[in-house]
């Protein structure tokens, strides 16, 4: 029996009303568990893919509406050249072969992050999914790919600035709401969890504005072996926190 028939429910000791709306990933690791394997980094890369099909199926048996993962930073162009080419590919692939199922799963799917500048192969492939999954309803998808925080605060105010010079708008009518509308991120909910796997105590440029009071969790568990036992501890720490939001 696999751990996924085990942990098919919520487990008993998690409470479904305080459980977060929305998960942020830091899906680390996959070149350390296959060079721990003797095998190629990339295929570190595809079996990561395996754990976020179930890490995504587990938040719709569990309840989580929302997930967020870090699939490509804009820093990770510096990485050898076979290997950005061989996640690109991989992205392109894994979408056309799991549509059919994320339409079927009512899945949204969305891509946050400077898109422009992907194969344009690629690009077809993410207009296709989001597009076709656009009105599903039960999990709210997001891969931040060629994404940095600091790059989405940069175009946020540019536009911002740019409805000023034009006269759109007026430097008092910047609130957070406004703002936040000019993020990759418009319209969803802040995540209320961090999970970084691998050990690195960082957030890596991810949803710097978004991230303002998310809990961290981070664990040593390498990636492609986070299961959902894994997912459960994670769970089990974050509903042992106090959310303060900086009051007392
Ligand atoms: C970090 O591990 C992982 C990545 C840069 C890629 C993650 C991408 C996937 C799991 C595929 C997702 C696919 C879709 C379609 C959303 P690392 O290579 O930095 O590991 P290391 O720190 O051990 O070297």
Sequence with gaps: MTVKHILKELPVDLDYHRLPRHI???MDGNGRWAKRQGKPRVLGHQR???TLKDLLRCCKDWGIPALTVYAFSTENWGRPLEEVEFLMTLFERVLRRELKEM????IKIRFVGNLEVLPLSLQQEIARSMDDTKDNRDIDFTVATNYGGRQEILQACRAIAQKVASGLLKPEDITEELWESHLYTAGLNHPDL???T???MRISNFLLWQMAYAEIYVTETLWPDFDRIEFHKA???YQGR???FGKV
């Design 48 to 50: 990561g893919v395996d």
């Design 103 to 106: 339409c079927k799963e009512n």
């Design 24 to 26: 942020a990933v830091i």
């Design 194 to 196: 961090l999970i970084r």
């Design 242 to 244: 106090e959310r303060r």
């Design 198 to 200: 691998s050990g690195e």
């Design 235 to 237: 769970l089990l720490a």
